[in-house]
Structures are given as C-alpha cells and as structure tokens.
C-alpha cells in the first residue's frame, strides 16, 4: 500500500526497519520537540515488539514459550495481553484466526497490527492529529479536519503487478492487507491445516488496525462469499477482495476513492 498526502501539504517522514518489514511515518506537522520525542518512544515501542514477540528471536518472550522454558503465568503483561487478544480473534473470526494453526505459537498475524496501532496513538496523544503510520503495507492514519485532512492509500493490484486495484481515501482509519503476490500461500487455513488458496488478496478498513489486520487474516482463510456475509457482522469494518479467478468485489461501505 501506498499513503498520499494532501496536495500541498508538508510532510515530516521517518522510515525505520524493524518487524522484518520497514515502517514509515509521515507527520503533517512542524518537527517540534515534542513531536521528535513521541516518535523516538514510538520508534522504541516497535523495536520492543519485536524484541519480545518475534518468533524468529531466540531470546524472545515467545520462543521461550514454544520451547516450553517458561509458562503463560510466567510472561510479561504485554504478552499474556496479546494472547489474550490472540483467543478473542479466534473467536471473533469465527475459527479463521489461529495464532497456533501451524502449532508453535506464532502471534505475528496480529502483533503488528497491534504494535503498529499503538505507535500512532503514542503520536497522536503527543499532539500529531494529522499523521500516517505505515507498517509493511498495514496502514492507520488520522487527519486534521477538512478536505486537506484526507489520506489517500493505494492498494496494490495481486493481478497487475506495479498497478493499483483501488485507492482508498479517509480521515482516520485503518487499513490492512493480507494477500499472496509477495509471499505465496503462506496463510494456513486452521481448519484443514492447509493454505488459504481462494482468494489472491483481501484488504479491510476500519477503525483500529489490530482488528484490521486480523480480520484481513481471516478473510482470507474464509474466501468469498463466506468473508464479505461475515465481515457485514462486524460495525465499523469492510472489506474489499480479490478471488483466485480474479473477481474483485467490495463490501457495502469501503471506503473508495477514483485511481
């Protein structure tokens, strides 16, 4: 995904490489004091995230929890949060969201979201109400009020390389994307243990980007028709997918802009 700013507008931007995936900030702001400070505490946050989450880390709080050396009671707060937050997906999704479908515990289809949520809301609390995260492709963004305000996010098209499938416009929201064109059928499918085939992408909009992200996880293990019946049961959210034949279909109420 791709987030434009107003014409016009000056844009503060930081990239920063953590999570195995670069996340940009874009700031609408004058580069204050404050605003440098939020963004360094929001810089840390993920780098923490990922110090603690990431299966990939030896030393991290999970991988010690798939090699059974410590216990749930046993993990700091944050993590017994997430798999807290981990379950309710599960059920949320009705099955679809499994943070041990593959079975060691891997919470990584929701930990980004999750950190990446909380970093724009340390910036907004600091003052930047006008400002995008964009982690690996998963975006929140809010805007200051009127028409200048508006982000524009590009979704990447799964069956024309390098062209864009719809442009999504907004003032604050979330949006993610779960899909096959860079990484292959890698989502499994926990009720048959196998990969999530039927659809080529799966982008959701709402309010926070925890549950975007999930949710885009589960559509994509759903498939269409399944995804957008389920996906009009949850306030707030939409859905736009692609299928494996390549038909694109949008929910009622995402939030389209012109290409």
């Known amino acids: 995904m791709r987030e434009r700013t107003g014409a016009g507008e000056a844009a503060w931007r930081h990239a920063e490489p953590v999570m195995g995936t670069i996340v940009s900030f874009t700031l609408r702001h004058r580069p204050t004091p404050v605003l440098r400070a939020a963004l360094g505490e929001a810089v840390a946050l993920l780098h923490e995230a990922d110090r603690v989450f990431s299966p990939f880390l030896p030393d991290s709080a999970v991988s010690r929890l798939r090699r059974g050396e410590s216990g749930r009671a046993d993990a700091p707060p944050d993590v017994r949060h997430v798999l807290e937050l981990c379950e309710l997906a599960h059920s949320r999704t009705r099955g679809a969201f ?72 907004g003032r604050n929201h979330a949006i993610a994307t779960s899909g096959t064109s860079e990484r292959g059928p890698h989502i499994t ?71």
């Open 189 to 259: 499918d926990p009720r048959t243990r196998t990969p999530a085939t039927s659809l080529l992408a799966a982008t959701v909009t709402g309010p926070d980007l925890l549950w975007a992200d999930v949710y885009a996880t589960a559509a994509m293990v759903l498939g269409a028709p399944e995804a957008h019946r389920w996906i009009a049961s949850l306030p707030g959210y939409a859905l736009l997918t692609v299928a494996a034949d390549g038909e694109a279909r949008a929910s009622e109420g995402f939030p389209l802009s012109a290409v």
């Open 98 to 169: 499994d943070a041990w479908a593959d079975g060691p515990l891997d919470p990584c289809g929701l930990v980004k979201g999750w950190a990446a949520e909380r970093a724009w809301q340390l910036l907004r609390n600091a003052g930047a109400t006008d400002a995008c995260v964009n982690a690996g492709g998963d975006v929140r963004v809010g805007g200051a009020a009127g028409s200048a305000g508006l982000w524009h996010t590009g979704i990447a098209d799964p069956r024309r390389p390098g062209r864009l499938l719809a442009v999504v416009a």
